[in-house]
């Protein structure tokens, strides 16, 4: 089912609510995953975990490889977009690593609140016709929580 949602964001170049929606399904399928991930590590389930994340990465990648750099804006939004799927892919490595739930629990709220961001930037979009910023998204999900630093 993610993998489906994937393929239309990937398939569906459109404007509009759906693919803010699309995306934030996406982004609360990754965060459902390392929510899943953060129980197998309270588990000791180290085989789980690393499915789960694996799918979680999986999804942030797809994303990434789907961004658009034709024009200057595309180009200011992708850098915005790339910096925070490389800083979740970053996080959910060193979660791994460190068999860290903590860690996962901040992954887990930086992507719900992304794609809350995503959400509400559709709904915007829907009435001003795109005027949001994508750092405005990237501002309101707050990705980095304060007491977690991001060296791997």
Do not use: C
Not at 87 to 100: G, H, Q, W, Y
């Amino acid at each position: 089912m993610v993998y489906d949602k994937l393929k239309s964001y990937r398939d569906n170049k459109i404007n509009g609510l759906g693919i803010f929606e699309i995306v934030a399904s996406l982004l609360d399928a990754a965060s459902s995953n390392i929510r899943s991930a953060k129980i197998a590590i309270q588990n000791n389930d180290i085989p789980k975990r690393a499915e789960e994340s694996q799918k979680a990465i999986t999804i942030l990648s797809g994303l990434h490889d789907t961004l658009l750099k034709n024009s200057p804006q595309q180009k200011e939004a992708s850098k915005v977009l790339e910096d925070y799927y490389k800083t979740m892919n970053d996080l959910i490595v060193r979660m791994n690593a460190r068999n860290d739930a903590e860690t996962g629990e901040a992954i887990e709220q930086g992507l719900k609140k992304f794609a809350k961001a995503w959400r509400d930037m559709g709904k915007e979009h829907l009435k001003s016709q795109g005027n949001s910023s994508p750092q405005d998204i990237v501002n309101a999900s707050n990705p980095k929580p304060s007491n977690i630093t991001f060296s791997v």
